[in-house]
């Protein structure tokens, strides 16, 4: 356990940093940054914006909605990259953004994806959650899609063995079973608060000591697992991570993923693949991983394939059976205003 460790006698912070990376997100970030008012009422927030090369109306969108957020408690920073070099590069622009204006203040850090809404008092009650345990470095919500389903968002460290039962189908057979779906942890109740190893990185509250300890996001994972490589990092230096359900966050899962379809099938099998390289290391693992690699390009082909064959039938389909496949982006935010 890290010696910084004290339970604290001060008040919660009155501050919050949130980073937001966007790309393509016309349909849903508006939906966001409009709760974000109501989830931190009494707080101030650093705001850090950095869109990925978007060429739809993210940016435009962006600009007019920050005119809903009070400026007396928001302190916007945007960063429009003219290239994407990744969602993981991008948090870091946000991090070295907080890391020079937070200095010697303890201000903690809210990563957030801007396909969430937030209900509200979500952030006021995930700092008073997460503050109620010393040992805890950092918490993350429930995630619920937009019809109160609750997502699977807690995983434990993956391993090789978790990889082969997943590339064979293991995992699908016996999604309850805490050997064969150990990863995705199929044998979890997540209406249960617990310490985790990794909960999805979509919405990722974490303590200023453990963000200033762990640092940079790892680049090595551009898109996917570098939330993973990161939560794993903390805690190695002694912190635990902890899932609150009594906090429940909207969560629009993949949107900006399926624009970028393709590319994402190869990124996230090559950073698993990346991922068991650089913690796995025992002779055993090394001989998996040594397999694994030829697996995972099989299965990254199949995948690409199978989207393919989706983006060849997708319209015909949805041209009889209207919003089939996917529901449109821009009901997110009209759904939203309906439950205010």
Same mark, same amino acid.
């Given at each position: 356990?890290?010696?910084?460790?004290?339970?604290?006698?001060?008040?919660?912070?009155?501050?919050?940093?949130?980073?937001?990376?966007?790309?393509?997100?016309?349909?849903?970030?508006?939906?966001?940054?409009?709760?974000?008012?109501?989830?931190?009422?009494?707080?101030?927030?650093?705001?850090?914006?950095?869109?990925?090369?978007?060429?739809?109306?993210?940016?435009?969108?962006?600009?007019?909605?920050?005119?809903?957020?009070?400026?007396?408690?928001?302190?916007?920073?945007?960063?429009?990259?003219?290239?994407?070099?990744?969602?993981?590069?991008?948090?870091?622009?946000?991090?070295?953004?907080?890391?020079?204006?937070?200095?010697?203040?303890?201000?903690?850090?809210?990563?957030?994806?801007?396909?969430?809404?937030?209900?509200?008092?979500?952030?006021?009650?995930?700092?008073?959650?997460?503050?109620?345990?010393?040992?805890?470095?950092?918490?993350?919500?429930?995630?619920?899609?937009?019809?109160?389903?609750?997502?699977?968002?807690?995983?434990?460290?993956?391993?090789?063995?978790?990889?082969?039962?997943?590339?064979?189908?293991?995992?699908?057979?016996?999604?309850?079973?805490?050997?064969?779906?150990?990863?995705?942890?199929?044998?979890?109740?997540?209406?249960?608060?617990?310490?985790?190893?990794?909960?999805?990185?979509?919405?990722?509250?974490?303590?200023?000591?453990?963000?200033?300890?762990?640092?940079?996001?790892?680049?090595?994972?551009?898109?996917?697992?570098?939330? &993973?490589?990161?939560?794993? @990092?903390?805690?190695?230096?002694?912190? /635990?991570?902890? =899932?609150? $359900? !009594? #906090?429940?966050? %909207?969560?629009?899962?993949?949107?900006?993923?399926?624009?970028?379809?393709?590319?994402?099938?190869?990124?996230?099998?090559?950073?698993?693949?990346?991922?068991?390289?650089?913690?796995?290391?025992?002779?055993?693992?090394?001989?998996?991983?040594?397999?694994?690699?030829?697996?995972?390009? &099989?299965?990254?082909?199949? @995948?690409?394939?199978?989207?393919?064959? /989706?983006?060849? =039938?997708? $319209? !015909? #389909?949805?041209? %009889?059976?209207?919003?089939?496949?996917?529901?449109?982006?821009?009901?997110?935010?009209?759904?939203?205003?309906?439950?205010?």
């Amino acid at each position: 356990m890290p010696s910084s460790l004290v339970v604290p006698a001060a008040p919660l912070p009155d501050t919050i940093a949130i980073i937001i990376v966007t790309f393509q997100n016309a349909g849903e970030i508006a939906a966001c940054l409009y709760s974000l008012c109501e989830a931190a009422p009494e707080h101030r927030v650093r705001l850090f914006l950095i869109d990925n090369a978007s060429t739809d109306a993210t940016r435009d969108i962006i600009a007019a909605s920050l005119d809903n957020l009070p400026k007396s408690r928001f302190f916007v920073e945007i960063i429009s990259n003219d290239e994407n070099f990744g969602f993981t590069h991008a948090v870091n622009q946000g991090l070295k953004r907080y890391f020079a204006v937070s200095d010697h203040q303890e201000i903690p850090v809210l990563f957030l994806n801007p396909d969430t809404i937030l209900p509200a008092g979500t952030i006021a009650a995930l700092l008073e959650k997460l503050y109620a345990f010393p040992e805890a470095g950092a918490m993350a919500p429930q995630l619920v899609h937009q019809d109160g389903r609750i997502q699977p968002s807690c995983r434990r460290f993956p391993t090789p063995g978790d990889l082969f039962c997943e590339l064979f189908g293991l995992s699908r057979i016996f999604p309850r079973s805490p050997r064969f779906n150990r990863w995705k942890m199929g044998d979890f109740d997540h209406s249960h608060a617990a310490e985790v190893d990794q909960p999805q990185g979509a919405c990722l509250l974490a303590r200023a000591e453990v963000v200033k300890q762990v640092g940079w996001w790892d680049e090595d994972f551009p898109l996917f697992f570098s939330d &993973v490589d990161w939560c794993r @990092r903390a805690r190695e230096k002694g912190w /635990k991570i902890r =899932f609150e $359900p !009594a #906090v429940q966050i %909207i969560h629009a899962q993949g949107v900006s993923v399926r624009q970028v379809r393709a590319s994402a099938i190869w990124s996230s099998h090559l950073s698993f693949w990346r991922y068991l390289r650089k913690y796995e290391n025992s002779w055993r693992d090394n001989l998996l991983n040594l397999i694994s690699g030829p697996l995972l390009v &099989v299965a990254a082909t199949l @995948r690409m394939i199978s989207h393919l064959i /989706k983006l060849l =039938f997708t $319209p !015909a #389909v949805n041209r %009889i059976f209207p919003g089939l496949f996917f529901k449109p982006n821009s009901v997110i935010f009209e759904e939203f205003k309906k439950m205010l």
